[in-house]
């Protein structure tokens, strides 16, 4: 059968600093990353033949390939619905590579993201004909509004509560806390702290919710065989999954018969029957983190517990390194390193199997990364 | 009074139909015409037969809250100035899969942050009125203890 398994690997990776209001523009920050990641693996830009990206992603394929000085570009292509695109992207690239369709492949992210102006939600036009005239009109606009709707029903429903998603947000905190190139570095986070925070769309407060940032990231791919020649340690994509299940409706899934199994779900069931190994045998996870209740969701999906045990999962310090059951969002994730629509999960992935993270996982040698849950989503297993 | 709330387009094709039910006061969920089946929100083909036919089936109006949120700012500005608010999900008493999103108020002109969100319950019974905003007659809730 034909699958990934381990014919394609990452072997660059490349980011700017995270920030608010950083003064490149998203085209500069693209073509750093792009570049950063390009000398990471000492493959000249030339060699360069495919590129992978977000439909979100504001920057063109012709614009990073003229700055960085690409070569010629025989395959290119975006993935949709934000920020469930970040591991199909590199799917896609893996995919490209493995059929020869290109060679040297990259995908990145970039954005600005930290100004309130570009928020996508808050440039929405007043008369709606699509699937939002079910949802905004009665003011659930937002993303959180959106994800805190499904988390009050999903707390209700099977009893978790605001502790599980505390420790999940303390996890990735403490997790930052370790990394100097997160957002929260030198900022810890008490219990307390996230108790009395402010609301944002209740049940979920300040801290359950990811940062606002600027930054880019790229990685670079080629077929293994040419991997194991290229100076850091390889990374094989070992399986790559992508999900739109039956019924789906992308943030406002409300309208089937099972709003709490996410698109998690129907990836899982993809990932798990193209790899050899299964959720026991995963080190350490990257798990898409935008609203802290995704994390509980997709342990479900992902088959680390059962159905309505995600948020009894995250305690006893289970997501946390070193000693957690499944040290999870080791860089600090979206909540805490950076929101860069999930792509630094993908990046943190590779340095876990490279033994390069600032919590590095002992013996790490897979790691699950997956894109957003609660929309058309994407994960990978790397393996090194 | 012309609000700045973000309103649905009532010229749109596949959902005209809803609205304009909304505006004769009456709740309709969309039905296959060759199988039968109920579909919300509106689409053009039945998910199951791939008929396009369809028929508008009046409904009781009736319903429970499935979840809910309370939401504070940042908002857009119009919502932001009745911030905190609630927003519910009702599922309908024909077929509880049939969600809806939308407002708990006290009555049909009542502005939706009026109840006390403290107050909401999962599974607590609602009916539907119709809430006029700009051209647009908006279903919202209310309560509607033991007419269940």
Known sequence: MASLQDQVAIVGIGQTAFGKGLEASELSLACQAVSAALDDCAIPPAEVDGLVSFTMELNREVDVARNVGLGDLNFFTQVGYGGGAGCATVRQAAMAVATGQCHVAVAWRARKRAAKTSRPWAQVSRRLSDHWQWSRPFGLLRPVDEVAMLARRYMHQYGATRDHLANVALAFRKHANRNPAATMYEKPLTRDAYLAARWISEPLCLYDNCLETDGALAVVLVAADRARDLPQRPVYVHAGAQSLPRQHQTMINYFNDDPLEGPSWAAARQLWREAEFGPDDVKVAQIYDAFSPLVPLSLEGYGFCARGEGGAFTDDGALEWPDGRLPTNTAGGGMSEAYVHGFNLVLEGVRQLRGTSTSQVADADTCLVTSGEGVPTSALLLRN | ?148
């Open chain 2, 1 to 148: 009074m012309e609000t700045e709330f973000v309103l649905p387009d009532l010229d749109s094709e596949d959902t005209a139909e809803f609205w304009a039910g909304c505006a004769r006061g009456e709740l309709l969920v969309q039905a296959c015409g060759h199988c039968g089946r109920w579909r919300f929100p509106p689409r053009p083909m039945c998910p199951h037969c791939r008929s396009l036919d369809q028929t508008w089936e009046p409904v009781s109006g009736r319903a429970t809250v499935w979840s809910f949120v309370v939401a504070h700012p940042p908002l857009l500005p119009a919502y932001a100035e009745l911030a905190p608010y609630p927003v519910i999900v009702v599922a309908l008493d024909e077929d509880p899969t049939i969600r809806m999103v939308g407002n708990l108020v006290e009555d049909a002109t009542g502005p939706i942050n009026a109840i006390d969100p403290a107050t909401i319950r999962i599974g607590e019974p609602v009916r539907v009125v119709f809430s006029p905003v700009d051209d647009v007659m908006l279903p919202r809730w209310v309560r509607d203890p033991g007419q269940h």
